[in-house]
């Protein structure tokens, strides 16, 4: 085999030192680009005036990295306009939030064929192309136009909604069939891959048997590829200096209070605003928890050029400050709402310190934090995960308590049923929990994902989003 190239819109590969910052992905592609000796291609997140194409090379903690500079016009319309404006919106199910503009897509268009264009020289005979993402869904159509005939293939972080849901999209159709370029497409859940099936048999007139999609002279293997985290390393930094800080500095100001913690990038899809409603009810259902808890959200600021963001933004600053109005004593906040971004080894400490992991998205394609939560615990007294039926971890996170994150009512419940769950019962969950989270971690999500692109058949058929049947 050759070597992996990765190509993603934003490259961010973990500094050596820089192991409390990055993010669990980064460090896995990191990880695999080292083993098979890759690059990693995308946007350098600048603009210049006019696009040249050229590569800036670099070594950023082992890993060689290329970037290549966009048009501030690109930026708006591939970036800001049709992935972060029409694609991300539709694809969480709020076509009410999805904007089809035609520049938006001939942007998305132009930026995919500007990818390809400056990837193509840099792609060997026997290399392996693995795209991500739905910044970069044509691109593999794209490459092939220029006569690139290695193996590539395609993940999907985020869901895949239902057929009528994307056919209001005006250019589903051509969307799609972009995919079918590719040799390996994978989704994070059964749930996605069973709706991506079915709009290429409704909409397509395709069938897919075993998983297999004939298409021209071409056939693509679809699978679900549930991403990790490293589990045990997320363990580990639990024990960090700064992690253990935060577990004692939050211990101390809890007084004897059980904590809830949510833990998000402020984006509507995670579902704040339904989480907020939830605990306020909660808090009236059961007058008894006054004062006896309080809720710690963490919502990391992203993409505030959406105005969508900044409207979500608004009505959690006004609810928290409702709830926080009509409950809170001299001594007591109910919600404490941070907007502050922090270091992965001080979010671990806070996990830890949290009676109570709430991740409640109305659609999510995985949800990271789901396994970060459990991953935190303390195998002895660990915390309770509450988690949303629709996010693609509640495939196989069957053990924590799972919600219905539409239903007020059913939340509060399950919250107040977190708070009063026995230690025993807490230990049998939380260890099947772990048990998951460390066998299907990242590292075997990438060697699924790799073996089945290079070709390995049986990791493609077992496609299982349930990990237990999966392994
Ligand atoms: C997309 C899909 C899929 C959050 N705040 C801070 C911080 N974070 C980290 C968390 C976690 C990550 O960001 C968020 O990951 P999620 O999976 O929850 O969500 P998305 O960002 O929407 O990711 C999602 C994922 O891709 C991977 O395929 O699971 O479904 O939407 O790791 O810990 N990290 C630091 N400081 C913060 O303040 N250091």
Redesign the pocket.
């Given at each position: 085999m050759g070597r992996l190239i990765v190509v993603s819109n934003r490259v961010n590969p973990p500094a050596d030192a820089g192991v409390e910052?990055a993010?669990?992905?980064a460090m896995a592609l990191a990880a695999a680009l080292r083993e098979y000796s890759g690059t990693w291609f995308g946007w350098s997140g600048e603009t210049v005036e006019t696009f040249t194409g050229q590569i800036s090379m670099q070594r950023i903690g082992g890993v060689t990295v290329a970037l290549m500079d966009l048009e501030e016009q690109d930026r708006e319309e591939y970036y800001d306009g049709y992935a972060n404006r029409t694609l991300w919106p539709l694809f969480h199910s709020r076509t009410d939030l999805a904007a089809y503009e035609r520049s938006f897509d001939a942007g998305y268009q132009r930026v995919n064929r500007r990818f390809a264009e400056t990837l193509a020289p840099l792609i060997g005979p026997d290399d392996l192309v693995w795209i991500h993402d739905y910044y970069l869904i044509p691109l593999g159509q794209e490459l092939r136009r220029l006569g690139v005939a290695n193996r590539i293939g395609f993940f999907l972080?985020?869901p895949w909604p239902g057929p009528r849901t994307l056919t209001t999209l005006p250019q589903h159709r051509r969307l799609v069939e972009s995919l079918l370029a590719y040799d390996l497409v994978g989704f994070?859940s059964n749930d996605a891959l069973t709706a991506f099936g079915e709009y290429v048999e409704r909409e397509l007139d395709l069938k897919v048997q075993d998983g297999i999609i004939a298409f021209g002279d071409r056939e693509t293997r679809a699978g679900a590829f549930p991403?990790g985290?490293e589990g045990e390393a997320f363990a580990r930094l639990t024990q960090a200096p700064a992690a253990r800080a935060a577990f004692e500095r939050m211990r101390q100001s809890q007084a004897g209070r059980r904590m809830i913690i949510g833990?998000?990038?402020l984006?509507y899809?995670?579902g704040l605003e339904e989480r907020f409603l939830a605990y306020e009810q909660m808090l009236a259902d059961h007058q008894d928890l006054a004062e006896q808890v309080f809720l710690l959200q963490?919502a990391?600021p992203s993409r505030d050029a959406v105005e969508a963001y900044q409207e979500i933004r608004a009505r959690l600053d006004a609810i928290s400050g409702r709830v926080n109005g009509a409950y809170a004593t001299v001594d007591w906040v109910p919600i404490r709402y941070v907007n502050?971004?922090?270091?992965?080894d001080e979010?671990a400490g806070l996990y830890r310190a949290a009676h109570v992991g709430l991740v409640t998205p109305l659609r999510?394609?995985?949800?990271?934090?789901a396994k970060?939560y459990v991953a935190a615990q303390d195998p002895e007294d660990p915390g309770v995960l509450v988690l949303s039926r629709y996010?693609?971890?509640a495939e196989q996170m069957t053990d924590a308590l799972i919600v219905n994150p539409f239903s007020r009512e059913e939340m509060s419940e399950a919250l107040a049923r977190a708070l009063a769950m026995p230690r025993e019962e807490r230990r049998k969950r939380w260890r099947r929990l772990m048990d998951g989270v460390l066998r299907d971690d990242v590292a075997a999500w990438r060697d699924r994902f790799v073996a089945a692109l290079a070709g390995d058949l049986a990791t493609v058929t077992n496609t299982g989003g349930d990990s237990r049947k999966a392994s």
């Open positions: 910052t993010g669990g992905l972080h985020i994070q991403i985290i833990v998000d990038r984006d899809s995670k963490i990391t502050r971004s922090h270091r992965r979010l999510d394609g995985m949800n990271l934090v970060e996010a693609g971890a």
